[in-house]
Nanobody, 120 residues
Framework: QVQLVESGGGLVQPGGSLRLSCTASGSISSLNTMGWYRQGPGLERELVATITTDGRTNYADSVKGRFTISRDNVKNTVYLQMIGLKPEDTALYYC??????????????WGQGTQVTVSS
């Protein structure tokens, strides 16, 4: 079984910073993609950022220049450093892992979510 455990959410004022962490445990493939999605109130879940095992990144346009995704492959942990937070960044942030089975088929694992609230 693969599990994702997130931490680091909270309440922050506009312009503030937060760092999210997510650690994967279990049978993790050596090649995988980890990342973050978010779902704001009344909105659909959307991509925030992803990073592959070899460090290739992908960001939503709305967070480019403000959020930075990184990972520690030894610890199977992905981080999301968020600066310049805006009220519209308020959402439940979900950690994501695209894992690979022995037959090379891919499947998704989701964390339980961590709340980020940006408000004065």
């Amino acid at each position: 079984q693969v599990q994702l455990v997130e931490s680091g959410g909270g309440l922050v004022q506009p312009g503030g910073s937060l760092r999210l962490s997510c650690t994967a445990s279990g049978s993790i493939s050596s090649l995988n993609t980890m990342g973050w999605y978010r779902q704001g109130p009344g909105l659909e879940r959307e991509l925030v950022a992803t990073i592959t095992t070899d460090g290739r990144t992908n960001y939503a346009d709305s967070v480019k220049g403000r959020f930075t995704i990184s990972r520690d492959n030894v610890k199977n942990t992905v981080y999301l450093q968020m600066i310049g937070l805006k009220p519209e960044d308020t959402a439940l942030y979900y950690c994501y892992l695209e894992n690979q089975r022995y037959d090379y088929s891919l499947y998704d694992i989701w964390g339980q979510g961590t709340q980020v609230t940006v408000s004065s």
